[in-house]
């Protein structure tokens, strides 16, 4: 009785019992967890060697790392009737798919190696302005909206390949400012306007791509201006979104006004599957090699 009475004292904790459902689903490492959960490496730690010592579950190593697994399937059904009562339970379920994804995800390790060599070695022609020259090269001519697009430097880049470009911004002086340049310029297929995320001042189904850099972020409610975006596509359109991976930089708000410390991959997912989006496709592009290392999260999805 007091073994029973011991094990039910530690499921009283919801972290532990999100812990243990994603065990019962797959073995993981304290790493996967942590990327799963969101919490610190010491705190999942510190739950899992009670889980262990109670024989909810136990570990084996394979390599480098150590897997842990439930091993308790006398709480199977209490565990699952417990999940209805813990809302990041769902959160779970879609995260733990993303990182066995990830895990499976050999030949994009591979590519990552790669980028990360890039450059660091001379090669005679080899620069990173002649490869996005290249790749603007295959864009086909496009209607663009690029949403919360700041001085429209990026807007500029892709005006040069894409039929027709709106720049949208809520600052009157960087709407200002894009204008100003690309006139000076002579780019004739890039409009600037001021507007909001939430309220694009874009016809509804009139562009071919919906771009989001590092823009969601400064929305108070991001899942609007996905719904935004979805809104302003044509049917078949697509929507790139790069933001900030989540984060505890804190400073990030008075430093760079952010609204929100960025997004989980679950997150994004999210927005775009309530706003109607399929062919969801995520990923994390960029790493910053400086404190407080910022990643960068890559979205895109087809209306």
């Known amino acids: 009785m007091a073994s029973i009475l011991k094990n039910l004292r530690l499921l009283s904790d919801p972290s532990r019992v999100r812990i243990l459902l994603l065990l019962q689903r797959e073995e993981l490492s304290v790493a996967e967890l942590q990327e799963i959960l969101g919490m610190g490496q010491s705190r999942i730690s510190t739950h899992l060697a009670q889980l262990k010592q109670a024989g909810l579950v136990e570990d084996r190593r394979t390599g480098k790392s150590i897997l842990y697994r439930f091993t308790a399937?006398?709480?199977?059904?209490?565990l699952q009737r417990s999940a209805v009562e813990i809302p990041e339970s769902k959160d779970d379920s879609e995260a733990?798919?993303?990182?066995?994804?990830?895990?499976?995800?050999?030949?994009?390790a591979y590519f990552d190696g790669l980028a990360g060599r890039f450059g660091r070695e001379y090669v005679p022609g080899r620069s990173w302005k002649g490869l996005g020259e290249t790749l603007l090269s295959l864009m086909p001519p496009l209607d663009i909206a690029d949403l919360g697009a700041g001085e429209g430097t990026i807007s500029q880049l892709l005006a040069r390949r894409a039929k027709h470009v709106i720049a949208i911004d809520n600052s009157p002086k960087m709407v200002e400012y894009g204008a100003d340049l690309a006139r000076k310029h002579g780019v004739a297929n890039l409009e600037y306007r001021l507007g909001d995320l939430e309220a694009v001042p874009i016809e509804d189904a009139s562009v071919d791509l919906?771009?989001?850099?590092?823009?969601?972020?400064?929305?108070?409610?991001?899942?609007?201006?996905?719904?935004?975006?979805?809104?302003?596509?044509?049917?078949?359109?697509?929507?790139v979104v790069l933001d900030l991976l989540r984060h505890g930089f804190e400073d990030a708000r008075e430093m760079y006004a952010?609204?929100?410390?960025?997004f989980s991959e679950v997150d994004v997912r999210r927005f775009l599957e309530q706003?109607?989006?399929?062919?969801?496709?995520?990923?994390?592009?960029?790493?910053?090699?400086?404190?407080?290392?910022?990643?960068?999260?890559?979205?895109?999805?087809?209306?």
């Open 210 to 239: 919906a771009f989001l850099s590092q823009a969601l972020h400064h929305a108070p409610h991001p899942e609007r201006a996905v719904a935004e975006a979805w809104r302003i596509l044509k049917p078949g359109g697509r929507i």
């Open 258 to 262: 952010d609204l929100w410390l960025g």
């Open 275 to 303: 706003a109607g989006f399929q062919d969801i496709e995520t990923s994390v592009v960029h790493r910053e090699e400086e404190a407080p290392h910022f990643e960068t999260l890559l979205a895109v999805a087809e209306k």
């Open 73 to 78: 399937p006398e709480f199977d059904d209490l």
């Open 96 to 108: 733990l798919k993303l990182a066995l994804a990830r895990r499976q995800d050999r030949m994009k």
